[in-house]
């Protein structure tokens, strides 16, 4: 199995999510099955709908600078928030 784990690089989080969005825009949104995976692990349409929520795209996403994308891509089940330093995928 090939997983895949989208990222986007910078320390300003309304820049990093406008690309995190342009990264999810057609599978992640569009497909009903991705829709129902997402639903049965707790996100809303709401979340789902837009582009992504802020939280939804944190959570699928990791971004920040290439400290907190490699530490997030390293920690399974983790997510990174955007940060302007060197942290981990909790700061």
């Known amino acids: 199995m090939a997983t ?4 986007a690089l910078g320390t300003d989080p309304g820049q990093t999510r406008v690309l995190a969005r342009r990264q999810c825009r057609t599978r ?5 099955n991705y829709r ?3 639903t049965r692990q707790g996100s809303t349409e709401d979340d789902l709908d837009n582009g992504g929520s802020d939280q939804l795209i944190d959570a699928l996403v990791a971004q920040g600078d290439a400290a907190a994308v ?6 399974p089940g983790r997510r990174c ?5 060197a942290r981990g995928p909790d700061a």
């Open 36 to 38: 129902a995976n997402l």
């Open 4 to 7: 895949e784990h989208k990222v």
């Open 70 to 75: 490699r530490q997030a891509a390293r920690t």
């Open 28 to 32: 992640t949104w569009q497909l009903s």
């Open 81 to 85: 928030r955007p940060t302007s330093g």
